[in-house]
């Protein structure tokens, strides 16, 4: 998954709505560090801390994940993979 294009997409969207960093983390109840941390891709947030963002920013989670989608289905593979495995 590219962190830092979905950071990228979060943080364009935060700014169209003219929330400033402070107010998203608020809406969210996480931290402004952390929402920095994640608008620049240094952080990964949980599903359900993407999930709230995407709901305060009034965004789909497809949205700001749409490039990692195919990654995504392949890493699932995998991992099913491995669990036959074992």
């Given at each position: 998954?590219?962190?830092?294009?979905?950071?990228?997409?979060?943080?364009?969207?935060?700014?169209?709505?003219?929330?400033?960093?402070?107010?998203?983390a608020?809406?969210v109840?996480?931290?402004s560090?952390?929402?920095?941390?994640?608008e620049?891709?240094?952080?990964k947030?949980?599903?359900?801390?993407?999930?709230?963002?995407?709901n305060?920013?009034?965004?789909t989670?497809?949205?700001?994940?749409?490039?990692?989608l195919y990654?995504?289905?392949?890493?699932?593979?995998?991992?099913i993979?491995?669990?036959?495995?074992?």
């Amino acid at each position: 998954m590219d962190y830092k294009r979905l950071g990228k997409r979060i943080k364009e969207e935060r700014l169209k709505k003219n929330l400033t960093q402070e107010q998203l983390a608020e809406a969210v109840e996480i931290s402004s560090v952390y929402v920095s941390h994640i608008e620049s891709g240094s952080a990964k947030p949980s599903l359900k801390t993407l999930v709230d963002i995407c709901n305060a920013l009034g965004i789909t989670p497809d949205f700001v994940l749409y490039d990692s989608l195919y990654k995504s289905r392949e890493y699932i593979k995998d991992e099913i993979a491995n669990l036959q495995k074992k």
